[in-house]
């Protein structure tokens, strides 16, 4: 009997025709409709499988761009908060001179006030 390796995909599938060829062809021997079935299911299942391995595999070679995308949007990411701290120090300095606007302001309706009593 052929032993493979449950992680495997190529063997299972490679056993799998092996008995599938061994079944159908052999003279004289008729698969009933449950084996058939079975045979079926298990082809329909390493097909999935490696689907799915496929595309588990394919994205971890996108992994590799990861660290780029991670380097490049890390720097973007510092950018904008140094252009923020930078914009925050520019709104506190405008609000300083909106109050001394407002105080000089103030101070000249003062003197106007006094100067017509």
């Known amino acids: 009997m052929l032993i493979y390796n449950s992680y495997d995909f190529k063997t299972k599938?490679?056993?799998?025709?092996i008995l599938k060829s061994i079944l159908v062809y052999k003279r004289g021997f008729k698969m009933d409709q449950e084996t058939q079935q079975f045979v079926e299911?298990?082809?329909s299942?390493?097909?999935q499988i490696r689907t799915e391995?496929?595309?588990?595999?394919?994205?971890?070679?996108?992994?590799?761009?990861?660290?780029?995308?991670?380097e490049e949007h890390?720097?973007?990411v510092q950018h904008n908060y140094e252009l923020i701290k930078e914009m925050v120090q520019e709104i506190r300095d405008?609000?300083?001179e909106v109050r001394v606007l407002k105080a000089l302001k103030v101070m000249d309706i003062k003197e106007k006030l006094t100067r017509r009593n």
């Open 94 to 96: 405008l609000k300083e």
């Open 13 to 17: 599938h490679l056993y799998i025709s």
């Open 53 to 70: 391995f496929n595309e588990v595999k394919s994205s971890i070679g996108d992994i590799d761009n990861v660290s780029e995308f991670i």
């Open 45 to 47: 299942w390493i097909k």
């Open 74 to 76: 890390t720097g973007n």
């Open 41 to 43: 299911n298990i082809d």
